[in-house]
């Protein structure tokens, strides 16, 4: 958990703010991480509360990712741990999210794009991105980003298609996002 004092420079009054910069995060920083308070800062002259984003790596006893916003590059996988990277802050979040209960992100991109399948057309016209949210007791939900609206998939369901699922993992780590999951999952 070490860190360096860095100055940034407040975006609304320009006073110069000193912000921590993490070299590495681990598990006691999740929380943080998802609420966005590590990489949040606070003006002490005018209140303003920026976020500050940089490249860091999150390493938890079952996965390692790399968080390197604006930036897709593949990256070494780190054994016994599944590592992906994450190009921005929102895939980043949900990773964790997906990871912390234990689910596969592979299988969950599969499940949104069945979600995708479902919706109406003037849904599907409104609909930004499907994002993995929570579990609540036996349904998985998911956020449809741009209806402001929430889907619950059972969990029957996950496990049915786990079951009947074959999974190839990446190489390498790299983004793993709906562009690209199916390379690494079929039917069987
Ligand atoms: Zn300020």
New binding site residues.
Partial sequence: MSYKKEEVK??????K?RVKVYTKLDETQVTDIINRDIFAAK??????KTYIDYIVDLETPTYYLYYTPGYNKSKKKIKGKTTRVCDTYDDFKEKILIFEEGLNDILIEFIKQYIKMELKHDDLSELRDVRFDSIINDDIIFTLVGLKKNVAIKKDFYKAMEDKSIFKNPIRAIVLDNSNYWKYQKMK
């Fill in positions: 407040c975006p609304k009054c320009g006073k703010i003006c002490p002259k005018c209140g303003e």
